[in-house]
């Protein structure tokens, strides 16, 4: 029997969920009906990879980078004795250490998309159980997050 546009939107929804959530593409089209081949192709098309890569650092860890940054900086800047490098140094620095205090005093778009994570997968638990928790609620419910960051990230940048 041929899926309806609207069954297959519900099915690529929740493997997007399941994906999101760190789960196997071969384990995701058997909990969802499709072929492996579709999952693969809908991770590649609507770049859900990048999607959980982004979603899975911690602010923690981004400050770690920002700070290996800062030493490999100090290092090749110290190693080239470059008047120019040496002179240009600081503001680098300036930079690097403003990114890291904004990291730890608000709350980020990566916080944002945590708590989005962690809710889908508390709402993907509620399935199992409550009626009322269906693939379409969890479509939505994503549709909103994703607008919801998309502003974020807009604002941002404009």
């Known amino acids: 029997m041929k899926k309806t546009k609207k069954e297959l939107e519900e099915k690529k929804e929740f493997a997007r969920l399941l994906f999101m959530q760190g789960e196997q593409q071969k384990v995701i089209a058997d909990k969802t009906g499709v072929s492996a081949q579709t999952i693969t192709k809908w991770v590649n098309e609507c770049g859900w990879q990048e999607q959980r890569a982004a979603s899975n ?4 860890e981004l400050v770690n980078k920002l ?4 030493n490999k900086l100090i290092d090749q800047v110290n190693e080239s ?3 120019d490098a040496i002179n240009g140094l600081g503001d680098k620095l300036a930079k690097l250490s403003t990114t890291i205090e904004r990291l730890d005093k608000k709350a980020s778009i990566v916080d944002v998309v945590e708590v989005f994570m962690a809710f889908s997968k508390w709402l993907q638990f509620r399935m199992s159980f409550d009626d009322e928790v269906t693939p379409e609620l969890l479509r939505t419910i994503n549709k909103y ?12 940048f404009n």
């Open 81 to 83: 004795e470059d008047p």
């Open 145 to 156: 997050h994703d607008l919801y960051i998309t502003e974020l990230l807009q604002s941002k």
């Open 57 to 60: 650092i911690t602010r923690p």
């Open 67 to 70: 700070l290996l940054t800062i």
